[in-house]
Nanobody, 121 residues
Framework: QVQLVESGGGLVQPGGSLRLSCAAS????????MGWYRQAPGNQRELVAT???????NYAESMKGRFVISRDNAKNTIYLQMFSLKPEDTAVYSC???????????????WGQGTQVTVSS
């Protein structure tokens, strides 16, 4: 069974940093574009950043300069390094994959369960 498992969330003070990881497990041949999304209470889910299999990145405008997405294809893992965190960054951060090629076929629109990030003093 293929899973996307996020880790690294937690409580951090304003101005602090945090690094999230999302590891895909299972028998995986390749993964296309992956990304991070977030959802705060009462808000819709929003894009944070995406990264293609060829390491091309895209960021939501408000995240540029503070968040960095990266990827390790050998480990089927993506990361989100977050700097200068603000209380408004508090949300559940979820990992997403457009397509995952597996021994059971092609999986589409795959999500992790999410990890909570809370920015508070």
């Amino acid at each position: 069974q293929v899973q996307l498992v996020e880790s690294g969330g937690g409580l951090v003070q304003p101005g602090g940093s945090l690094r999230l990881s999302c590891a895909a497990s299972g028998t995986i041949f390749s993964i296309s574009t992956m990304g991070w999304y977030r959802q705060a209470p009462g808000n819709q889910r929003e894009l944070v950043a995406t990264i293609t299999e060829d390491y091309i990145t895209n960021y939501a405008e408000s995240m540029k300069g503070r968040f960095v997405i990266s990827r390790d294809n050998a480990k089927n893992t993506i990361y989100l390094q977050m700097f200068s965190l603000k209380p408004e960054d508090t949300a559940v951060y979820s990992c997403h994959a457009d397509y995952i090629s597996t021994n059971m076929g092609l999986l589409k629109d795959y999500w992790g369960q999410g990890t909570q990030v809370t920015v508070s003093s």
